[in-house]
């Protein structure tokens, strides 16, 4: 048995620390060469260093597979969802419109849709996807839910509400141990954390 | 001599940095490699494992090496794309002569006989030493030891000293102060076991990204952290506590803290007692910093401070990480120190989970100052002015003591007495001084008025513009030896490809050079290896006593910790355990650390403190790193970084274009407006030269002890433009 059919990808946005190092592994792989399909962003760099990955979300209805007119994308038995065949994808983007994640990009210079495969060609052969194994942080984890849950506090989650629709995801986000959901538009604003409390109580 | 042989745009256009994108003939041609090397990244002093993928002797890629247990596979961007140093069109394969229009390749015996002809000419006139060496912590252990040999022993000048200057002296010499040997007192592997991390001046995220790792293993098991820094890092940012202390308050704060322990009954008194001398002093000291007595002087408020304290107190088992925030200072020596007393005073060392280091930044940050490049010292850690230090390696080299030079200028006054016209030649290898050092008009001035200057490098640096010989040496992955990491553990750097073209390994270039100065006997090495054997041996008897290991022995074992002192031993991951110290009698000194007003602190005309440091995508000067394309596009210039409140205050907008003016000098950045600064603090990053480079603005300032430069403060003022960015 692989161990793709219980390993999947686990996201911290505690941990990272912006540095890119997923992003610029990714660009090494032999299948999409030169160009990273897990994606970097800056949350809000005025007010803040955090950072978060991309990376696509695996989900178990995809939104992308179901709105493709051309039948490009497909879910495989691992519950893989692979990035756009070439030979059918007609770069329609309805795709990169659907995904409430926003994950697919479109690529104008190749009219193709491109997106992570679970980084396909090293996990089906057990091998960490690529982003994974570098991140300096942890940030990003590759492995079962049991390993997960056993080395660290932050615990899983793989239920999103999306304007009132539970989205169910084959990878996961990791939620902070004292927290059981996850506003990530918080009603009163963005909450402060003890670091940011903290500078603003600086003397100068 | 010294000025630039051709238009500075004539020499990029030849010479670079221009960027790398790809492997060579592309990703698509790249295919299976015929064979793989493991060895270590290039760059920092985490030096993560890596696997290098070799093809048609060619380096086509990094891959992770899982099994390697610092790392497991783990890197940052830099890491990921080293790769594409290799074969990069910037690389020097041929000497080059100085004409006068730009640079011509010459043969490599005619380049050598200039070499010795000019230092034997030079030294003839204004004696040995006008001659002057700079070396670099980048080069393995087997460099590092032969670079300080043939200064001695080939050129005979007392001036060689070397870039960690600008990096691991400050907590050198404190730990030597305080414990009697200098190396980070416990393995990694004890980060994840603690109750308590303290990072006091580590942008950890950025500096040492995998050491991020190690805290949140720590915080899985349930530990704190606390972060002290003038900036929000991202280690920072989800911190238990976090002081935004002011730049140049690093001791006070750190005073105020033990003050705080002292007072919540924190001493550990049967340790002070059993294992250290001078803590009344200190205790005495530390009495006149009361959390609300230092508040205003530190930036930070007393019940902040009051709450490190008592985390401190409350956590069974702590460990405190520093780096060079609270180490490029006048006082760096200092600050080092009173973190030193924090943990002595509470008996927080030398236990699993418990103890202290100090973050080493350069590639060999740790070895390379062990094995005798530095002014004041011989292999082995031993001082050049300890006569019977000086006695043992006078012996073990077979020259008589008293020809041995005594203790020379440090990298800064090197540049300086070249400036004077005192030292007249220069020999450099692995530095580039006109980025790194402060007050880079002054550094430029120095180098235009040398007689001879000869530069060993692979890519042509800034400073070897201004040569009048290039030699070209090998890159990190061209040659075989050993590097020391963060730990204290001596790791295999393996060679995957040959230097390309007519280029040499360095040590190969060093010993040729003593052949054609006389010295070919002293310098009989026929590989790496060689020097690492005649290194371990020096090194027997010595502090850092590696003479129980061999390169067999660190493959076999994935590194092993020094101080090693035979065969049989295993190496000694932890140091201090049972509270015994490298001091005779085996006790721990403590230092009490008043506090010292910064050397170039603000005043009404440059009211602004400029604090500098790095980014996570290049290292040091750049002089790789910015010549890697997926890396210069992650952070392409330098950004000035002030907070809102400051920008409001000057009408300064987020991108818009400013002049930074400090006492010496002004460069023009544009301005990243974040809520993660200091409001009375700015900060830029210090990889770029000439009008990009923050040295134009920092000073010549320096530790009294440890001669390491002020980097981390300097007064400014901020000034618009007339025209606006886009």
Redesign the interface.
């Known amino acids: 048995m692989s161990r793709l059919d219980h390993a999947t990808l686990f996201i911290d946005p505690?941990?990272?620390?912006?540095?890119?190092?997923c992003?610029?592994?990714c660009?090494?792989c032999?299948s999409h060469?030169?160009v990273s399909m897990i994606h970097l962003d800056e949350v809000h760099?005025?007010?803040?260093?955090?950072?978060a990955p991309s990376v696509c979300m695996h989900c178990e209805d995809p939104a992308c597979v179901a709105v493709c007119p051309a039948d490009a994308i497909h879910k495989d038995a691992h519950g893989v969802v692979h990035t756009a065949a070439t030979e059918r994808c007609i770069g329609c983007a309805n795709c990169v419109l659907a995904c409430p994640f926003g994950v697919p990009k479109h690529d104008t210079r190749t009219e193709l849709m491109t997106k992570c495969d679970l980084c396909y060609d090293r996990t089906s052969r057990d091998l960490?996807p690529?982003c994974a194994?570098?991140?300096?942080?942890?940030a990003l984890f590759y492995g079962t839910r049991e390993e997960v849950e056993d080395?660290?506090?932050a615990r899983p989650i793989d239920v999103f509400d999306i304007g009132g629709q539970a989205v169910r995801t084959r990878v996961a986000y990791m939620l902070p141990a004292h927290e059981t959901v996850l506003h990530v538009a918080e009603p009163a604003g963005p909450r402060r954390?003890?670091?940011?409390t903290?500078?603003e109580?600086?003397?100068? | 001599m010294g000025r630039l042989p051709a238009p500075l745009a004539d020499l990029q256009a030849r010479y670079g940095p221009h960027l790398e994108?790809?492997p060579p003939g592309?990703?698509?041609a790249?295919g299976e490699p015929d064979r793989r090397v493991q060895t270590h990244c290039c760059f920092c002093g985490q030096q993560c494992g890596v696997t290098l993928a070799v093809k048609d002797e060619k380096v086509i890629?990094?891959e992770?090496w899982?099994e390697f247990p610092f790392?497991q596979?783990?890197?940052?961007?830099k890491?990921?794309?080293r790769y594409l140093q290799s074969n990069h069109r910037d690389r020097l394969t041929r000497p080059l002569v100085r004409t006068g229009r730009g640079f011509a390749p010459i043969p490599w015996d005619e380049a050598l006989d200039i070499v010795a002809e000019r230092i034997e000419r030079l030294q003839r006139l204004h004696g040995p030493d006008a001659m002057a060496v700079l070396s670099g912590a980048s080069l393995t252990n087997e460099k590092a030891y032969l670079m300080g040999k043939f200064a001695r022993l080939a050129v005979g000048t007392r001036h060689i000293d070397y870039n960690g200057r600008l990096c691991m002296v400050a907590a050198g010499a404190a730990n030597l102060k305080a414990f009697g040997i200098d190396r980070a007192a416990n393995p990694w592997a004890d980060i994840p076991l603690t109750d308590l991390v303290l990072v006091t001046g580590a942008n950890v995220?950025?500096c040492s990204?995998?050491t991020?790792?190690y805290i949140?293993?720590a915080?899985?098991r349930?530990a704190k952290v606390i972060?002290i820094d003038p900036r929000?890092?991202?280690?920072?940012?989800?911190?238990?506590?976090?002081?935004?202390v002011?730049p140049g308050h690093d001791s006070a704060l750190m005073n105020a803290i033990l003050h705080g322990v002292i007072r919540l009954g924190g001493v550990d008194e049967r340790f002070v007692e059993a294992h250290t001398t001078g803590f009344d002093a200190v205790r005495e000291t530390v009495a006149g910093y009361a959390p609300e007595a230092v508040?205003?002087l530190v930036?930070?408020?007393a019940h902040?401070i009051e709450q490190a304290a008592r985390m401190w107190t409350q956590a069974p088992r702590t460990m405190l990480l520093h780096a060079r925030g609270i180490e490029h200072h006048t006082k760096g020596v200092e600050n080092v120190l009173s973190c030193i007393n924090l943990v002595l005073a509470t008996g927080r060392i030398g236990r699993p989970g418990c103890g202290y280091a100090t973050i080493t930044g350069q590639g060999n940050g740790q070895g390379a100052r062990e094995h005798g490049q530095r002014c004041n010292q011989l292999p082995g850690a031993r001082d050049i002015e300890n006569p019977a230090h000086r006695a043992e390696i006078a012996t073990f080299w077979g020259v008589p003591e008293a020809t041995l030079p005594g203790k020379g200028a440090t990298a800064p006054e090197i540049v300086a007495l070249a400036h004077r016209g005192e030292v007249r030649g220069l020999l450099s290898l692995c530095f580039n001084p006109l980025v790194s050092l402060p007050d880079a008009r002054f550094t430029r001035e120095a180098l235009e008025r040398l007689d001879f200057f000869v530069a060993i490098d692979f890519f042509m640096s800034e400073t070897a513009r201004h040569a009048d010989l290039i030699l070209p040496g090998s890159l990190h992955e061209e040659d075989d030896g050993t590097v020391t990491n963060v730990e204290g553990r001596v790791i295999r750097i393996r060679k995957a490809v040959d230097p390309p073209g007519e280029a040499r390994r360095d040590w190969e270039i060093i010993c040729a050079i003593a052949a054609r100065l006389g010295k070919e006997s002293l310098f009989r090495f026929d590989s790496s290896e060689a020097i690492f054997e005649e290194l371990r041996r020096a090194s027997r008897g010595g502090l850092a006593d590696y003479s129980g290991i061999t390169w067999k022995k660190i493959e076999e074992r994935m590194g092993v910790f020094w101080p090693c002192p035979s065969i049989d031993h295993p190496g000694t991951p932890r140091l201090f355990e049972g509270g015994r110290f490298a001091h005779p009698g085996g006790r721990a000194r403590f230092h009490a650390v008043e506090h010292r007003p910064p050397a170039d602190d603000v005043d009404a005309a440059y009211p602004i403190r400029l604090t500098t440091g790095r980014v996570?995508?290049q290292f040091l000067s750049g002089n790789q790193t910015r010549r890697i394309g997926?890396?210069v596009d992650?952070y392409p210039e330098p950004l000035l970084e002030m907070h809102?409140i400051l920008a409001g205050r000057l009408g300064i907008r987020?991108g818009e274009r400013v002049r930074v003016r400090s006492r010496r000098d002004a460069i023009e950045l544009r301005a990243?407006?974040?809520?993660?600064i200091?409001?009375?603090t700015v900060f830029v990053p210090y990889h770029w030269p000439g009008e990009q480079s923050v040295n134009r603005l920092t000073h010549r300032s320096y530790d009294p002890v440890a001669g390491i430069p002020e980097f981390k403060v300097s007064a400014v003022r901020i000034e618009r433009l007339d025209e606006v960015a886009p």
């Open positions: 505690q941990r990272c620390i912006g540095c890119q190092a992003v610029q592994a660009s090494e032999p060469d030169g760099r005025a007010t803040t260093v955090q950072t960490r690529m194994t570098v991140c300096p942080s942890g080395e660290r506090q954390s003890v670091a940011e903290c500078l109580e600086a003397l100068w | 994108y790809a592309g990703f698509a790249r890629a990094v992770p899982e790392n596979g783990k890197l940052c961007p890491g990921v794309k995220s950025e990204p995998i991020t790792d949140w293993r915080r899985d349930g972060v929000l890092t991202p280690i920072a940012r989800t911190a238990d506590l976090y002081l935004p002011k508040e205003h930036g930070v408020p902040r996570v995508s997926p890396l992650q809102p987020d990243q407006v974040v809520a993660t200091r409001p009375d």
